[in-house]
């Protein structure tokens, strides 16, 4: 009885291990958002390449992963964009934010995100498109780190000096030479932007784009928050502050919609 019990735990531990290595293959190919090798997979995730193929002939036949017409290249398949679609109409702000997107893209004429705090990064949930022709570069679940963008500083003002330095990597990384690395800078940002009820983000994720966001104080593990992004050449301090009233109005009717909502 011994050994069969020795073996079922021996089974149950690989099966672990097997979910595991599932996730981690789709986290790394939704963080690299482009087609990996099968060596360039092994290599990162530090896992034979026998097992690992092991593992996407699954995956692919399940629909998760896919590969280019060569066979050798592989990306995120058709399922994991079914799955990821199902949880943004499951997420009640998601849902309700809509209407209020739509009013402020109509309102400023940029571009407007929904975003949330994910580990150190901001994840993308929701966007609308600037009118214009010249415009920044956004998709709904790409990820930024905190830091970097607008729409993290906005949500990371919410903590104190010690909840900012746990929920971030340091040393922070510079996405453009405008990006704040500097600890001592930065943490002065979030005192400004808490003060002030919005945040801003002077080319720090994408070269002369500048960005407001005010949070929204919601939950989900790390909060939310929504912002306005122009070009610089439409943006100076005059513009930036207007646009910041209407975003800062946004969030209140966002707020008091999800407020309305937990009343009943």
């Known amino acids: 009885m011994e050994s069969v019990s020795g073996a079922a735990r021996v089974r149950r531990h690989e099966d672990v291990k097997s979910a595991a290595r599932v996730l981690e ?18 290599n990162t995730l530090a896992v034979p390449k026998s097992s690992l193929h092991a593992v996407l002939r699954t995956m692919e036949s399940r ?39 739509d009013l402020l893209a109509e309102e400023t004429g940029e571009a407007v995100h929904l975003g949330r705090l994910d580990d150190t990064d901001v994840v993308y949930l929701a966007k ?41 990597n340091w040393p922070l990384t510079a996405l453009t030479p405008s990006t704040v690395t500097d600890p001592d800078e930065l943490l002065a940002q979030l005192a400004d932007a808490r003060k002030r009820g919005w945040a801003e983000d002077e080319g720090e994720s994408s070269v002369d784009i500048r960005c407001v966001a005010v949070p929204l104080g919601t ?16 943006m100076d301090d005059a513009r930036l502050s207007e646009i910041a009233a209407h975003v800062t109005e946004a969030a209140h009717s966002l707020r008091t919609l999800l407020r309305r909502l937990g009343e009943h």
């Open 219 to 234: 939950g989900h593990g790390g909060g939310d928050a929504i912002s306005c992004s122009a070009p610089r050449s439409r």
């Open 63 to 101: 629909r998760w992963v896919e590969t280019d017409p060569s066979g050798t290249l592989y990306s995120l398949g058709l399922k994991a964009l079914l799955t990821g679609t199902a949880y943004l109409e499951s997420d009640d702000l998601a849902g309700i934010a809509g209407p209020v997107l």
């Open 128 to 168: 609308r498109e600037s009118r214009h022709a010249l415009r920044m570069y956004s998709a709904v679940g790409r990820r930024l780190p905190a830091h970097a963008t607008a729409l993290g500083k906005a949500i990371l003002s919410q903590y104190d000096a010690a909840e900012i330095q746990r929920r971030l």
């Open 25 to 42: 293959v789709l986290e790394l190919l939704g963080a690299e958002g482009a087609r990996l090798s099968l060596a360039d997979m092994a």
